[in-house]
């Protein structure tokens, strides 16, 4: 089933229903969707795109008439790219007898054409074969941007130039970095939009896509119980935190011209951030929703240096076992400054998060994998149970933890009496564990993303003026880190991070969960 939220609804329409909605325009001529994968070749179309677009398959979400291409340079042809794909390809939502035969259906669907990215020519053969899959009906367009960035605006270029479909939409998802910071990122914006209005570019975050920070707003707007807490009168802190037990293999390359700061947190923990603190949208409408975000995003304060702290790991032995440092990868320069741990104290400043610190904590190679969000409320004032019994004040604190993943969860730390004679308390969680409460699989971001790009739902892509007003937060700090060459501090391998971390929320009186 799809939510339809276009009008503000949360009504649930059937696969079928929507497919065949799907497959007609709004004069009622029978359209078809055309997907093409430019680098279709690479690591992310292998591992999340052509999956997810299976999945919606599997799942009968994709309209009765589509096809998908891959695009890349290398030399492949439809049968090597459905061998390639297929080895990715899972039944796992549920498992159908028919599988095998869902997989042979969708891989008949997916065809090869080999180009260069800024040959208008090759992209013109593409139209030509996209013309006759498309057989005369209403075609609608989309190319997923699966591509290093330096060559997004060739490939903008060309597609838009040579294969936007002629009597339908086009649409192209720009997978991130949207920049490296404002400037360039303003430069990209302006490039797109030579070639694309705003309602044709899809930025996607995917952290976006994930379930529970879509669950984010309804758990917010639709319980009566979280809004009226939601401020600084009983909110302490919040943390944003997100780690990864591995390092940067494979992707060294890339990330030493980046680092964690605007790998993670100028977009993944900052998208959270936006839609954890804005106000009550309008509607469930994408622009009121990215309206709110945009307000909140800039009443907040530029990161500054005294509130971040950098790390980069180190290699570490255990148990006979050498895990590498960051700086063995074979990509990354040896005198590398780039950091692949930070922690950040942000804060916004209006009415409602005054003198809140909003914490975020981001690293590679840390003992743990995870993401989540935890709010740790005030203190019960004149708490009874304090004074009395004398229990540990910070424990005593109630918490609100959404684990985004793995094992999703919502939890919410209460004091609660030990059964028994005696008046002792404890912290005892109210939980709702996903695994337990749901017996379906929670769907992958990207099929989610890649479902509503095709709807054209707005929502959970990144609008550029967000994405300018993200960037304004962090561009500064991020010049003075490398302009004054800051030595970030050395953490083993598979630890808990640097110690200047705790340092930091210790400034705030905070503990990180
Ligand atoms: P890859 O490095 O695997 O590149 C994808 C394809 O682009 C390659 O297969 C190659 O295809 C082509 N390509 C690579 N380098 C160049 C180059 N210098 N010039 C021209 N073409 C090139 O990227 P990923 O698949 O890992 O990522 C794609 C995009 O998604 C990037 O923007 C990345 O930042 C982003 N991303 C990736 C994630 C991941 O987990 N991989 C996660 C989040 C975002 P060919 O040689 O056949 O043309
Ligand atoms: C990507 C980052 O955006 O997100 C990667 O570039 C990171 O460095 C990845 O590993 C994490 O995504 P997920 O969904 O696996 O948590």
């Known amino acids: 089933p799809i939510k339809n939220l276009k009008e503000g609804l949360l009504s649930v329409i059937s696969p079928e229903e929507s497919k065949e909605a799907a497959s007609f325009d709004i004069s009622g001529n029978e359209s078809t969707v055309s997907i093409t994968v430019v680098g279709a070749s690479g690591d992310l179309a292998k591992k999340k795109i052509f999956p997810a677009l299976f999945a919606l398959y599997y799942e009968d979400c994709l309209p009765k008439h589509f096809t998908i291409y891959g695009y890349a340079r290398s030399k492949m042809t439809d049968a090597e790219l459905r061998n390639m794909v297929s080895k990715t390809l899972t039944c796992r939502i549920d ?23 800024d040959s208008q020519e090759n992209f013109a053969d593409l139209d030509k074969k996209l013309k006759e899959h498309e ?13 290093p960035p330096n060559i997004f605006i060739d490939a903008v270029k060309c597609a838009s130039l040579s294969a936007s479909s002629g009597n339908g939409w086009t649409r192209v998802i720009v997978e991130k970095p949207f920049g490296h910071d404002s400037e360039s990122s303003a430069a990209l914006t302006k490039s797109l939009k030579q070639y694309l209005t705003e309602d044709q570019i899809f930025r996607i975050d995917h952290y976006l896509g994930k379930e529970l920070v879509e669950n984010l707003s309804v758990l917010r707007f639709s319980n009566l119980i979280f809004e009226p807490l939601w401020s600084r009168q009983y909110i302490r802190n919040v943390q944003f935190i997100f780690s990864e037990d591995f390092g940067t293999e494979g992707r060294g390359g890339y990330f030493d011209n980046y680092g964690i700061i605007r790998d993670i947190m100028q977009n993944h923990l900052l998208q959270i951030l936006a839609l954890f603190a804005m106000e009550t949208p309008v509607s469930l409408d994408a622009e009121d929703i990215r309206n709110e975000k945009v307000k909140v995003l800039r009443s907040m304060r530029p990161l500054q240096l005294e509130n971040v702290v950098i790390g980069q790991y180190k290699s570490h032995t255990k148990g006979g076992i050498t895990y590498p440092a960051y700086t063995d990868d074979k990509t990354v320069p040896k005198d590398s400054l780039t950091p692949t741990f930070a922690a950040a104290a942000l804060f916004i400043d209006n009415a409602r998060w005054d003198g809140v610190p909003f914490l975020m904590k981001a690293g590679k190679a840390l003992h743990t994998k995870g993401a989540e969000i935890r709010v740790q409320f005030r203190h019960v004032p004149g708490n009874l149970y304090n004074r009395n019994i004398g229990t540990d004040l910070d424990r005593a604190t109630n918490e609100l933890v959404i684990r985004v993943q793995p094992d999703e969860a919502i939890y919410l730390k209460i004091n609660n009496k030990v059964p028994g004679l005696g008046m002792r308390l404890d912290s ?21 993303l890649l479902l509503d790009a095709i709807e054209g739902e707005r929502r959970l892509f990144i609008r550029s003026d967000e994405l300018d007003a993200a960037w304004s937060l962090f561009t500064p700090v991020l010049k003075e880190l490398e302009e004054k060459k800051i030595i970030p501090e050395y953490y083993p391998h598979g630890s808990r991070g640097p110690v200047g971390a705790h340092y930091l929320a210790a400034r705030y009186k905070v503990r990180w969960g």
């Open 428 to 448: 005892s969680h109210l939980n709702l564990h996903y695994a337990a409460r749901y017996s379906k699989e929670i769907p992958d971001a990207y099929e989610r």
């Open 95 to 117: 498992k159908r007898e028919n599988c095998d035969e869902k997989m042979d259906e969708f891989l008949k669907r997916c065809f090869y054409h080999a180009g260069q990215y």
């Open 135 to 147: 057989g005369g009906r209403v075609s609608n367009r989309l190319f997923y941007l699966s591509i």
